[in-house]
């Protein structure tokens, strides 16, 4: 018995759906000092991925490595590949709760590369920022951060 799922990530779309026309992943917008803030925003406290990258590693020399990253992260939507090593993932099944020796008392973790989050998140922050500016999607700023 497993509680994991295998996911086929062989297939990259090349192409993102915006309003009536399409628009290439090589299309979205961000610049060194947007990689230099999502560096600036990880939790040092972390773990490492399986690359063995340290978040705090990262952090002390984000004025080194924020260009080289985003040189990096330019390259892999323009080409829209993603490396195999950002597909990698360390997976420990943590004990939720009852029965040590079901399999559904267990949760998975999966470890994954910083630098894959990185890019992750601020494709996924400019993908957000770019639907809400069309207005194809509504704001997702809630109420208690001071905004309705």
């Known amino acids: ?13 090349k192409l993102i759906y915006v309003g009536d026309f399409y628009i290439t992943c090589a299309k979205l917008q961000f610049d060194v000092s947007t990689v230099l803030a999502a560096i600036s ?4 406290d972390k773990s490492m991925g ?8 990262l952090v002390e020399t984000k004025d080194l490595i924020s260009y080289p990253l985003y040189l990096l992260f330019k390259k892999s939507l323009h080409d829209t ?3 195999d090593d950002w597909k990698l993932a360390t997976v420990t099944p943590i004990f939720k709760k009852r029965n040590r020796n079901r399999d559904e008392y267990y949760r998975a973790v ?3 590369s910083i630098i894959c989050k990185l890019f992750e998140s601020i494709t996924r922050d400019n993908l957000v920022h770019h639907l809400e500016s069309n207005i194809l999607i509504k704001s997702t700023v809630s109420a208690k951060e001071g905004h309705v």
């Open 1 to 13: 018995m497993s509680v994991f799922m295998c996911e086929d990530y062989t297939e990259t779309p």
């Open 41 to 44: 925003k990880l939790r040092q």
């Open 50 to 57: 399986p690359d063995d990258l340290a978040p705090k590693l």
């Open 81 to 83: 590949v993603i490396t």
């Open 110 to 112: 999966s470890l994954t």
